[in-house]
């Protein structure tokens, strides 16, 4: 909304995140010579400011901190009240990790969400936990045996006989993937196989046929070797050789019945659960400006209130936490842990080197239009998914969670090898945010889509399940907002399908050891 009013209320136009922040985000186009009332200062709008950019709260000098979220994303170069902030007047901020370290003191448990008692259908697993969907999935051990994998997967979900027969059954999917054989080194070798495992023991899924060529770094059998007793998690395996059945189309015809004779296994009915089982796989793509102003902090609330619930969520994106790294490092249990995060972004930066790159990769040109000043920036709207509790540790990529919490997983910025790990992580259930329109969904977790505005809401109102944009057009608070969203959660929880799930969008994509993928 375009308007000439000189003397509006900030309130109306912009939103504030903290007191302690220097900046203001537009809500809609503010003008150039508006003028707007905010704390008995009135500020007047040097130059046009476009929806989800930033402008100054007050002259702020040269050298000084700049601020949202009650911390600094830049050092400015001089910015008078009511400029415009972009990357022409912040400086990034250099980030000292063994004065974080030094500095590291134990965090107060976070209290200011009660516990709630609700509950969500879901299915019981032998192991205790508890899966939002029940799949069987065909593991081929690698790219070889993807073709033959998707082939069989294809021909089974063809057949509504089979669907009738299984209606509990939520689908038979192919975890196809292009590692496993060729170039595949040693470290691909090992991440690989951790991450195959352990999507067979995501609650989600009932059991798994594990698919070769027979001529592959990786066999069936080695792999169900490596694997160890899946049956004790109550998982239905069995497994198959591309050569040894005869070919494509007795492969093809063989996995079928071997998978017919397990669906048998597979057919659990939902029963009430408390949330505690809920794992939350926190997730963004394609974000915005507004991504950390509403899609983010409220998929942060709902993460806090399962959390406090008894239940855990899994936070990753290795690229999207530089320059956060202080607002994460004051929430981990132990300074072990981290220690654990700091080698892993570590880790990160010296990979980025080795490949002749930056880690301000993760900083697109769609960010910068939308209104994101810096990388750092756009990482302290990121980590806002994780919301207020505890880190209790920090995860390699895939790596199984192992008590109630919130955990950091070194992961890729890239959203589907992202979603990937998590899934292999344990979680059961996906919130997505996103503020330019990532479609993409998960092989067996459900993912539910938050647009950050109502506009992108209405423009993909066939992908996004869930409006964030309320907080910025309908004043909703971000408590009353998460709220609903915890009730949908729930929902598709208990069986409710999303768009994702609709479109039968299963991306499955395992990070290639060696590939920076920001």
Same mark, same amino acid.
């Given at each position: 909304?375009?308007?000439?009013?000189?003397?509006?209320?900030?309130?109306?136009?912009?939103?504030?995140?903290?007191?302690?922040?220097?900046?203001?985000?537009?809500?809609?186009?503010?003008?150039?010579?508006?003028? #707007?009332?905010?704390?008995?200062?009135?500020?007047?709008?040097?130059?046009?400011?476009?929806?989800? !950019?930033?402008?100054?709260? $007050?002259?702020?000098?040269?050298?000084?901190?700049?601020?949202?979220? %009650?911390?600094?994303?830049?050092? %400015?170069?001089?910015?008078?009240?009511?400029?415009? /902030?972009?990357?022409?007047?912040?400086?990034?901020?250099?980030?000292?990790?063994?004065?974080?370290?030094?500095?590291?003191?134990?965090?107060?448990? !976070?209290?200011?969400?009660?516990?709630?008692?609700?509950?969500?259908?879901?299915?019981?697993?032998?192991?205790?936990?508890?899966?939002?969907?029940?799949?069987? /999935?065909?593991?081929?051990?690698? +790219?070889?045996?993807?073709?033959?994998?998707?082939?069989?997967?294809?021909?089974?979900?063809?057949?509504?006989?089979?669907?009738?027969?299984?209606?509990?059954?939520?689908?038979?999917?192919?975890?196809? !993937?292009?590692?496993?054989?060729?170039?595949?080194?040693? &470290?691909?070798?090992?991440?690989?196989?951790?991450?195959?495992?352990?999507?067979?023991?995501?609650?989600?899924?009932?059991?798994?046929?594990?698919?070769?060529?027979?001529?592959?770094?990786?066999?069936?059998?080695?792999?169900?070797?490596?694997?160890?007793?899946?049956?004790?998690?109550?998982?239905?395996?069995?497994?198959? $050789?591309?050569?040894?059945?005869?070919?494509?189309?007795?492969? @093809?015809?063989?996995?079928?019945?071997?998978?017919?004779?397990?669906?048998?296994?597979?057919?659990?009915?939902?029963?009430? /659960?408390?949330?505690? !089982?809920?794992?939350?796989?926190?997730?963004?793509?394609? $974000?915005?400006?507004? %991504?950390?102003?509403?899609?983010?902090?409220?998929?942060?609330?709902?993460?806090?209130?399962?959390?406090?619930?008894?239940?855990?969520?899994?936070?990753?994106?290795?690229?999207?936490?530089?320059?956060?790294?202080?607002?994460?490092?004051?929430?981990? &249990?132990?300074?072990?842990?981290?220690?654990?995060?700091?080698?892993? #972004?570590?880790?990160?930066?010296? #990979?980025?080197?080795?490949?002749?790159?930056?880690?301000?990769?993760?900083? /697109?040109?769609?960010?910068?239009?939308?209104?994101?000043?810096?990388?750092?920036?756009?990482?302290?709207?990121?980590?806002?998914?994780?919301?207020?509790?505890?880190?209790?540790?920090?995860?390699?990529?895939?790596?199984?969670?192992?008590? *109630?919490?919130?955990?950091?997983?070194?992961?890729?910025?890239?959203?589907?090898? %992202?979603?990937?790990?998590?899934?292999?992580?344990?979680?059961?259930?996906?919130?997505?945010?996103?503020?330019?329109?990532?479609?993409?969904?998960?092989?067996?977790?459900? &993912?539910?889509?938050?647009?950050?505005?109502?506009?992108?809401?209405?423009?993909?109102?066939?992908?996004?399940?869930?409006?964030?944009?309320?907080?910025?057009?309908?004043?909703?608070?971000?408590?009353?907002?998460?709220?609903?969203?915890?009730?949908? @959660?729930?929902? &598709?929880?208990?069986?409710? *399908?999303?768009?994702?799930?609709?479109?039968?969008?299963?991306?499955?994509?395992?990070?290639?050891?060696?590939?920076?993928? +920001?």
């Amino acid at each position: 909304m375009k308007n000439n009013t000189k003397n509006l209320s900030l309130n109306d136009v912009a939103l504030v995140m903290s007191s302690r922040d220097n900046v203001a985000v537009a809500k809609t186009e503010i003008l150039k010579g508006d003028s #707007l009332l905010y704390c008995d200062t009135l500020i007047t709008i040097k130059s046009t400011v476009p929806a989800g !950019h930033r402008f100054a709260l $007050s002259d702020i000098k040269k050298g000084e901190k700049v601020k949202q979220y %009650s911390y600094p994303f830049g050092i %400015s170069n001089g910015i008078s009240i009511g400029s415009k /902030v972009d990357g022409s007047n912040v400086s990034e901020i250099r980030v000292d990790y063994k004065k974080l370290l030094k500095g590291y003191t134990v965090p107060r448990m !976070h209290t200011s969400l009660n516990k709630t008692d609700k509950t969500f259908f879901g299915y019981k697993r032998k192991n205790g936990e508890v899966g939002t969907r029940n799949y069987y /999935v065909i593991i081929p051990t690698s +790219l070889c045996a993807s073709d033959i994998a998707k082939r069989i997967a294809d021909d089974l979900d063809r057949d509504n006989k089979l669907k009738a027969a299984y209606p509990n059954v939520d689908g038979i999917v192919a975890a196809a !993937h292009t590692e496993g054989c060729g170039s595949s080194d040693g &470290v691909m070798i090992d991440r690989l196989l951790l991450t195959l495992k352990n999507t067979i023991l995501n609650p989600n899924v009932c059991g798994a046929l594990i698919i070769d060529l027979g001529c592959e770094k990786i066999s069936a059998s080695s792999f169900i070797k490596y694997a160890g007793n899946l049956s004790k998690y109550g998982k239905a395996i069995d497994m198959l $050789s591309i050569q040894e059945s005869g070919g494509t189309r007795k492969a @093809v015809e063989k996995g079928k019945n071997l998978i017919l004779k397990n669906l048998r296994k597979c057919s659990v009915k939902r029963e009430p /659960v408390s949330i505690k !089982h809920l794992v939350i796989g926190a997730e963004c793509g394609a $974000s915005d400006s507004f %991504s950390g102003i509403t899609a983010n902090p409220l998929i942060g609330n709902t993460v806090d209130k399962i959390i406090n619930s008894g239940g855990s969520a899994v936070l990753s994106e290795t690229p999207e936490m530089i320059g956060a790294e202080e607002t994460l490092i004051k929430r981990m &249990v132990s300074k072990s842990v981290a220690m654990k995060f700091v080698k892993g #972004l570590s880790w990160y930066k010296d #990979l980025a080197k080795k490949l002749n790159t930056s880690m301000t990769g993760n900083f /697109v040109p769609g960010n910068k239009k939308g209104g994101l000043v810096n990388l750092t920036l756009k990482s302290l709207g990121a980590v806002l998914k994780g919301g207020t509790t505890p880190i209790v540790d920090f995860l390699e990529y895939s790596e199984r969670i192992s008590r *109630k919490g919130l955990y950091i997983m070194n992961g890729p910025g890239n959203d589907l090898e %992202s979603m990937t790990g998590i899934a292999a992580s344990g979680a059961n259930i996906f919130l997505f945010s996103t503020g330019g329109g990532a479609t993409e969904g998960n092989l067996i977790v459900p &993912v539910i889509k938050i647009s950050s505005t109502t506009e992108l809401y209405k423009k993909l109102n066939e992908d996004i399940d869930f409006n964030a944009g309320e907080i910025i057009d309908k004043n909703s608070t971000i408590g009353n907002l998460g709220d609903k969203l915890l009730d949908f @959660v729930i929902a &598709v929880a208990s069986g409710k *399908k999303t768009w994702a799930d609709k479109w039968k969008k299963r991306s499955y994509q395992v990070w290639s050891a060696g590939k920076l993928s +920001l």
